[in-house]
Structures are given as structure tokens and as C-alpha cells.
């Protein structure tokens, strides 16, 4: 089947792309070729709500236009620059973010998807401990890289790729108890998820999630907070972690973070300080175009019913 602009279809668009894809996607039956807002379309012109905010990373509605303009701009100046030469649109991004994150999370690595802030995560708090021992959550959800995988709970995820990185555990969620008996003097991290989104959209209590800090803090374990799903105002405020007065020590985002580019982020609590040199990297984390997008977040239109502006109000 060739695809021809101007006449596509849904029909001939879904047979292309199963005649060329993977496979690891069961493929729904329709495509989507344009998006406003809340709204998109299909081939055949059909309108959708998508309700699936495109899996959480379009937060702010398709094509919205502060971040086409930026993206737009940004692309004749300079797309690409690796992290070794500072840039003006990273550094820029870079302020907005830690201003933006929990109180005393100075420090962001900056990466491409919600797996890879998981998998950095992951290294940065072996290194920062020295431990190796990671706790997650049954059920809880991480990204399907090695690291990430390894602490993502679903077995049929899992399974097929043993083995794993070495020393992660699963503990029940919302069950200090178990928690409590599984963090030990070599554990590196607890790793948990505000509210539990492929698990079935599951809040934490928040007398657990105060349990999960205090027995961090006393034991020396790192709190990783996986935001990716949570942040960015999805839960009514900017960061899940604010609805229990917490704040983690890394926190991996992503999802809607570059108004739909790819791309995301590891908070750092500024009390570890930074991390030795060449220890982590990826070649294009940070560049220009996606800081450009992000920072449309926070730069807002000044209209009543503006998307940014709510989330900002959401963030005081
Ligand atoms: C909580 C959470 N963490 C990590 C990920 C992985 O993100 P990505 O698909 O960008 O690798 C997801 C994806 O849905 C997620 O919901």
C-alpha cells in the first residue's frame, strides 16, 4: 500500500502502518492525522474528544499555539546542541523548571521520555547513596527500559526480559507495614507513584505516603517520586507531591512536559548537589527545541480561559 498525501484514508494509513510496524502496539482502528485542542481527527474526518490526553502528554491541548510559535522559532535558530555547551534556551528552561518544582529541588537532568527520567533516577540514587537496593510498589508503573522495567510492577511486562537489574523489590501499596520490613541499610531508594495510573488510577493514602518519607529519612533511603504521569497539573495541582507536603528527593517528569514534544526530566533535590562528571548523559536531552516548547508552559497567554494560566494558579 502507498501513501499518497491527499488521499488517505483510515483504511490505507492503518494498512501501511501495519505492514511496517513492530507489532509490540495493538493498533486501534482509526488514525488520527490532526489535533486541536481537546479535539482530533481522523482520516475519514470523523472528530474525537481525546480523552486520552495523547496518553498524558497533551496536557495543554493539541497544537497549541504558544508552543507551535515557539517550536516554529526555535527550529530555524538551532535545534540540537549537546549538554556540554551551555545554550540560551536550556538555561532559560532550566530556571523556569527548578523555580517551578517542589520547594528545595534545584537540580534538573533533562532527557527524552518518562523511562529514560526513571532509568537516570534509578543510576542517580545508587550513585548518591552508594547503595544498591531499590523498593517499588506492586502494580506501580516505571517505563519499559531495562532499570525502569525492573522496578514496573506487571509481571507479563517483566517476564519476558529477565533478568532484571539485581536488587529491586515489590512491596503492596498503601501497606506501610510491608514497606517498613523492606527497606533496609543497603536500600538506594523507594520508588512510588502518587496515584497509581496503569495500575488502575489508585491515590496513595496520605498517611502512607508520610510514612514512606519518615522511614526514608530515618534510614537513609533516597524518595524517588515517579511524576511522569502526575505532573504538569494533572492532578489538580502542578506536582502530585504537593497534595501530601512532600518533598522527594528525585523526581522523574515527563509526558506533557514540552507541550507534546518528547521529552523529560529528573528533579534533584538541591541538598545532594551535583552528580561526579560523565557519570550519565544522552545526546539529546536538553537541546533547544524541546526547552523551547517547555518553556511555553509556563509563559502564558494573559487570556481568562488560558490552560497555562490555571496551572499557574494551580501551583501557588
Ligand atoms: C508513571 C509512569 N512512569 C513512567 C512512564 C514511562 O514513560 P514513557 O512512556 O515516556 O517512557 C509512564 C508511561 O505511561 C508512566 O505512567
Not at 512491596?171 to 533496609?184: F, I, P, Q, R
Not at 491515590?203 to 518519607?213: E, I, L, M, N, S
Request: charged fraction near 20%; hydrophobic fraction near 40%.
Amino acid at each position: 500500500m502507498t501513501i499518497t498525501q491527499g488521499t488517505l484514508t483510515n483504511q490505507s494509513i492503518i494498512e501501511s502502518e501495519l505492514a511496517h510496524t513492530s507489532g509490540v502496539y495493538p493498533k486501534r482502528g482509526i488514525a488520527i492525522v490532526r489535533g486541536a485542542g481537546a479535539r482530533v481527527w481522523d482520516a475519514d474526518g470523523r472528530e474525537y474528544i481525546d480523552c486520552t490526553s495523547s496518553q498524558g502528554s497533551a496536557n495543554l491541548g493539541h497544537a497549541h499555539p504558544a508552543v507551535v510559535a515557539a517550536i516554529q522559532e526555535q527550529a530555524s535558530i538551532l535545534m540540537s546542541c549537546t549538554e556540554i555547551f551551555p545554550n540560551d534556551q536550556r538555561a532559560a528552561y532550566q530556571e523556569e523548571l527548578t523555580a517551578a518544582l517542589p520547594a528545595g529541588m534545584e537540580r534538573v537532568f533533562l532527557c527524552n521520555s518518562g523511562a529514560e527520567a526513571n532509568e537516570g533516577a534509578l543510576k542517580f540514587a545508587r550513585l548518591l547513596t552508594g547503595r544498591r537496593g531499590i523498593v517499588a510498589a506492586k502494580r506501580g508503573f516505571h517505563g519499559r527500559t531495562m532499570g525502569a522495567l525492573a522496578t514496573t510492577w506487571e509481571p507479563k511486562y517483566r517476564e519476558p526480559f529477565e533478568p532484571l537489574i539485581a536488587g529491586v523489590s515489590h512491596v503492596a501499596y498503601n501497606k506501610l507495614d510491608e514497606l517498613d520490613a523492606a527497606v533496609t541499610a543497603e536500600t538506594a531508594a523507594v520508588l512510588i507513584e502518587l496515584v497509581q495510573g496503569e495500575g488502575g488510577v489508585r491515590p496513595a493514602d496520605a498517611d502512607y505516603v508520610q510514612g514512606v518519607a519518615r522511614i526514608c529519612r530515618e534510614r537513609g533511603a533516597l524518595l524517588m517520586v515517579d511524576e511522569v504521569q502526575t505532573g504538569f497539573g494533572r492532578t489538580g495541582r502542578l506536582w502530585a507531591s504537593q497534595h501530601y507536603g512532600i518533598t522527594p528527593d528525585l523526581m522523574p517528569i515527563s509526558k506533557s512536559i514540552a507541550g507534546g514534544l518528547p521529552m523529560g526530566a529528573i528533579g534533584i533535590h538541591g541538598r545532594h548537589g551535583t552528580l561526579p562528571p560523565a557519570t550519565h548523559g544522552t545526546t539529546f536531552g536538553g537541546n533547544p527545541l524541546t526547552c523551547a516548547a517547555a518553556g511555553q508552559r509556563y509563559g502564558c497567554c494573559k487570556r481568562k480561559t488560558c490552560h497555562d494560566r490555571r496551572l499557574r494558579k494551580a501551583r501557588i
